[in-house]
């Protein structure tokens, strides 16, 4: 394997959680250059059926984070990215939402691209109607996939509450023929 | 933005679709190498929701175009991934389907970071029984979620049938708050 292809691959497979964060601000471009990763993930039919309000005011923060058990990790995220399917672009259920899949994830590369710190919160989507009405967006039109929560890491918190990062082998879901 | 922020931005964003493909031996080294970057991807409660059945064969690979309007596609690919929800490990229909999503978009980087070509069937999830038939599985267990087809890309294909690849811009799905 080439140099570049080991490091490619390296840098999709350490992708990981962050959770705690650091007050330090994070440029407009990085989140930026982030929503450029979601803009090219795949959709079918090419339909990118997808909308973000990118949230960094603090009381904005504060009303998601009522929203959610996962509260402090959005308030001590520089940004949120709340994330909603577009119903209206929408076309096939599970297509959709696999494109949003596809999409959350290119954000989360995105992050990590950047060197910064994310997590997806989906439990979030419990209370999606609360989250709409934050927005003041109609649930008939948008309805709400996860926030992505994107900051500088704390890294001494992180390496401290650090568990192992556990996946299934290969040969668990994977066969041959 | 640092050198390496910029070469990952630029690896994700480029990342697309390639349809054509020369008859090439793909070593198996390269598909362990893509399915372990679909294997950190993100899921709910770390639920990891997927089957893959890796298709190589080529009457496998036949049985399997019969059930797709791009069958030509799967046939010159090298190899068919063939991609399972396995919905005994689901927890949530939304974020089992974006897992699937994020899934699969981490298989096609995978792709693109051997150098290879990719591309997402969707449309054969509309002939999902005939594929669980070929592979045995009951759909009670296992969802198809589509298929990845992969190989060395025709280059000179793929450049003259090249269509300009497009996307909304940022401004068109993206508020700031």
């Known amino acids: 394997m080439s140099k570049k292809s080991s490091d ?13 964060f650091i007050f330090e601000e994070v440029p407009r471009e990085a989140i930026e250059n982030i929503l450029e990763c979601g803009r090219w993930a795949p959709s079918g039919l090419n339909n990118q059926p ?3 309000c990118v949230s960094q005011h603090p009381s904005l923060k504060k009303m998601l984070a009522e929203a959610t058990e996962y509260g402090g990790i959005l308030e001590s995220a520089y940004y949120n990215l709340v994330i909603f399917l577009d119903l209206e672009k929408g076309y096939n259920r599970v ?5 949003i899949g596809a999409f959350m994830e290119n954000l989360l590369l995105g992050a990590h691209a950047m060197g910064l710190g994310a997590v997806w919160i989906g439990e979030i989507i419990n209370n999606k109607e609360q989250v709409n009405e934050i927005f003041k967006l109609s649930p008939d039109k948008y309805e709400l996939m996860g926030v992505i929560a994107i900051g500088a890491p704390d890294e001494q918190l ?3 509450k650090e ?5 299934r082998p290969l040969d668990e879901f994977v066969e041959w023929y």
Chains 1, 2 share one sequence.
């Open 8 to 20: 490619y691959i390296e840098f999709i497979t350490s992708r990981k959680s962050t959770r705690n």
């Open 50 to 52: 997808w909308r973000v």
């Open 95 to 99: 297509k959709d939402l696999q494109a």
């Open 158 to 160: 992180e390496t401290k």
């Open 163 to 167: 568990k192992e990062r556990t996946r």
